[in-house]
């Protein structure tokens, strides 16, 4: 069990909006990740997280900026929402020393 | 570009039958191979997992068989039940960083 709680589960919102996803773990693992999830596509990494404050690229990072002020909560934002980003948001963890990597439930992002 | 490449995209097969997914990769600095498995509505949950320095690793009725010259890895699932019907992707992790599959969506027919 992942631990894992993302909010909100469902979100339709309009194109140039900004909008915030949140995942919030109940464990303290160091490493946390989003990706975001189309058909065809398999799942793709936007951003990880390696600790408090530090954050890396992953390979579809543009639109989208990533905080992580503590280490339960990891926040993704799009600035300007568009079509485009229309997708299952799916957040994960991991722990220090592991390779095993856990999802939470996901987002359903709709940009109108 | 893919990094890793999963083929069939979908597959039917019989209760009791085999169910083999296969992947391909390019990049050798690829370390750790996981299978996840997805139901609807839900999150990928990690299935079963190999390191480069084994052939074969086998959980129940899952099989992971690695060729690391070839570059590929495949799912082997034995005994297939109406309740494997899900999508499965395969992974490869390097650098703190996983590249997934694009998913393959088995139904077992009863």
């Known amino acids: 069990d992942a631990g894992i709680t993302q909010s909100p589960r469902h979100k339709v919102t309009e194109t140039g909006t900004p909008v915030t996803l949140r995942c919030h773990q109940t464990?303290?693992?160091?490493?946390m990740y989003w990706y975001r999830q189309d058909p065809g596509h398999g799942l793709r990494l936007i951003h990880y997280s390696y600790g408090v404050k530090d954050t890396d690229k992953g390979e579809v990072s543009d639109g989208y900026s990533v905080s992580r002020s503590k280490t339960e909560d990891f926040l993704l934002t799009l600035e300007s929402a568009t079509s485009s980003q229309t997708s299952v948001y799916f957040c994960?963890?991991?722990?220090?020393?592991?390779?095993?990597?856990?999802f939470g439930p996901g987002t359903r992002l709709t940009v109108t | 570009q893919q990094q890793v490449k999963q083929s069939p995209q979908s597959l039917i097969v019989q209760k009791g039958g085999i169910s083999i997914i296969n992947c391909a990769y390019e990049n050798t600095a690829f370390d750790y191979f996981p299978w996840y498995q997805q139901f609807p509505g839900k999150g990928p949950a990690l299935l079963i997992a190999?390191?480069?320095?084994?052939s074969e690793k086998k959980e129940g009725r899952f099989t992971i068989s690695f060729n690391k010259s070839a570059k590929q890895f495949s799912l082997h699932i034995m005994d297939s039940q109406p309740g494997d019907s899900a999508t499965y992707f395969c992974?490869?992790?390097?650098?703190?960083?996983?590249?997934f599959g694009t998913g393959t969506s088995l139904t077992v027919i009863p």
């Open positions: 992974a490869a992790s390097y650098n703190n960083q996983f590249y």
């Open positions: 190999i390191r480069p320095d084994v």
């Open positions: 994960a963890n991991r722990r220090q020393g592991s390779y095993e990597q856990y």
């Open positions: 464990e303290n693992h160091r490493y």
